[in-house]
C-alpha cells in the first residue's frame, strides 16, 4: 500500500528539516505544495513549493487547503501521485488542520508525524537562525496557527507519533527506528 507521512507542528519544530532528512537519508520524495507567501532566501519555485500569486493560486484544484499565518497554502492530488510515482512511501508537510483533513480522507495511508519542541522559546531562535525576518518571525510565532500547531488536535491524537526535536541526533535516531521497523 502507498503511504504518506505526514509531518506537522508548529512553526520552527523542524518539519521541513526533518523532510530533508527523509529525502537525502531514505530517497522519500517530497509532496510539493502551492503557497502564496514571499520566497525565503534559498527556496526555489517548483523546489520548495510552487509559488503563487493570490490569483493563481484561486485558478487551482487542491485536496485541502488553509489560509497560515495571512497567506494562502494548498496540496493536490496531483502533487500527491507524482510523488508517488517516484516512491512508495512520501511525505508532506502541512499545519495540523491538513493532518486532520488528510487522515480523514486517506485513513490508514497516512502516518501522522507531530513535531514539538520541549521550550517553545527555541522556536524564535531558530527562526531567526533561519534568516527570517525579526518582524515576521514574531508575527508567526504569535499567529494563531502556529500557537495551534503546538498541539495534536483530538482528532488525531490516538493515531500520531510524536518526535521531539530538541537534539538533532536524537530526532535523527528515533528517525531511524520508525523507518527501519516498516
Ligand atoms: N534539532 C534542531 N536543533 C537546532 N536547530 C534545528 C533543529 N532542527 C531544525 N533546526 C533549525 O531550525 C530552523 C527551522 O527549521 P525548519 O525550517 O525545518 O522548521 P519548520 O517546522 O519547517 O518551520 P516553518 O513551519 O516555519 O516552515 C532551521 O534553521 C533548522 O536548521
Ligand atoms: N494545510 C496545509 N498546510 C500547508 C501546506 N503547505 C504548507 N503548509 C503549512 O503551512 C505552514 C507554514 O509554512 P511555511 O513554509 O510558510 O513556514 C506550515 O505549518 C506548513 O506545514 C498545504 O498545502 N496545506
Redesign the pocket.
Known amino acids: 500500500m502507498k503511504k504518506l507521512i505526514i509531518?506537522?507542528?508548529?512553526?520552527g519544530t523542524g518539519?521541513?528539516t526533518i523532510q530533508n532528512y527523509l529525502l537525502k537519508q531514505y530517497g522519500i520524495p517530497r509532496v510539493l505544495?502551492?503557497?502564496t507567501?514571499a520566497k525565503r532566501k534559498e527556496e526555489k519555485d517548483g523546489v520548495d513549493?510552487y509559488f503563487e500569486t493570490p490569483a493563481s493560486f484561486a485558478q487551482k484544484h487542491?485536496f485541502?487547503?488553509?489560509t497560515?499565518?495571512g497567506?494562502q497554502?494548498?496540496?493536490s492530488r496531483e502533487g500527491l501521485e507524482r510523488a508517488w510515482q517516484k516512491n512508495a512511501i512520501v511525505s508532506l508537510?502541512?499545519?495540523t488542520?491538513?493532518?486532520v483533513?488528510y487522515v480523514k480522507r486517506l485513513g490508514k495511508q497516512v502516518n501522522v508525524w507531530h513535531i514539538e519542541v520541549s521550550d517553545k522559546e527555541t522556536l524564535k531562535d531558530r527562526l531567526l537562525a533561519r534568516g527570517d525576518d525579526a518582524q515576521a518571525v514574531k508575527q508567526?510565532i504569535n499567529s494563531f496557527?502556529?500557537q495551534r500547531?503546538l498541539q495534536i488536535p483530538a482528532e488525531i491524537q490516538n493515531n500520531t507519533q510524536v518526535i521531539v526535536n530538541d537534539c538533532w541526533e536524537k530526532t535523527t535516531q528515533l528517525i531511524d527506528q520508525l523507518i527501519q521497523k516498516r
Do not use: I, P, Q
Open positions: 509531518l506537522c507542528g508548529a512553526s518539519k521541513t505544495t502551492h503557497t507567501r513549493y487542491y485541502e487547503s488553509v497560515y499565518d497567506k497554502y494548498g496540496s508537510v502541512v499545519d488542520a491538513g493532518a483533513e508567526r496557527e502556529s500547531d
